[in-house]
């Protein structure tokens, strides 16, 4: 299929934000091959997000809070995400007294992605590099 074009069309019962740019890479590739492959069956318990290169590796992904928060609305258990943003930075409020003013400023604080968003989302968080790493769960 490498001269073949693919063009997805994705239909939601509900109002849905866009899926598109690169962070749908590894979920559009995954599709791909389920549509290709009868032996690999889809979970729909698990979602995934990240860039994809075309040596299978998967990459780095902006606002995976945001992601995270999105799959566990829609009913997903397990996050597969790159194992690239495995570290946040969330800021914390700290609260300090100069002269007669209290000043408030965010200090940003580096935590584990898996651990945090597990915590405060509430959804199963993986790591993965390859879309090869993503068919082990799908199995």
């Known amino acids: 299929m490498s001269s ?3 063009i997805f069309s994705i239909t939601a019962s509900n109002k849905t934000p866009g899926v598109d740019g690169p962070s749908a890479g590894a979920l559009m590739t995954l599709l791909t091959i389920s549509a290709i492959d009868n032996n690999t069956k889809l979970n729909n ?7 994809i290169d075309d040596k299978g590796n ?4 902006g606002g ?3 992601k995270a928060k999105a799959a566990k609305a829609g009913g997903k ?4 995400i ?6 946040l930075v ?3 409020y700290v609260e300090r007294q100069l002269g007669g003013f209290n000043v408030i400023e965010q200090k940003p604080e580096i935590v584990d992605a898996k651990e945090y968003i597990e915590k405060e989302v509430g959804i199963n968080i993986e790591y993965v590099d390859t ?3 993503v068919l082990k769960y799908e199995k």
């Open 4 to 6: 073949s074009d693919i």
């Open 45 to 51: 318990s698990i979602t995934l997000t990240g860039t």
């Open 58 to 61: 998967i990459g780095q992904i």
């Open 64 to 66: 995976v809070m945001e």
């Open 77 to 80: 258990t397990l996050f597969l």
């Open 82 to 87: 790159p194992r690239e943003n495995s570290q």
């Open 90 to 92: 969330i800021y914390k």
């Open 131 to 133: 879309i090869d790493d």
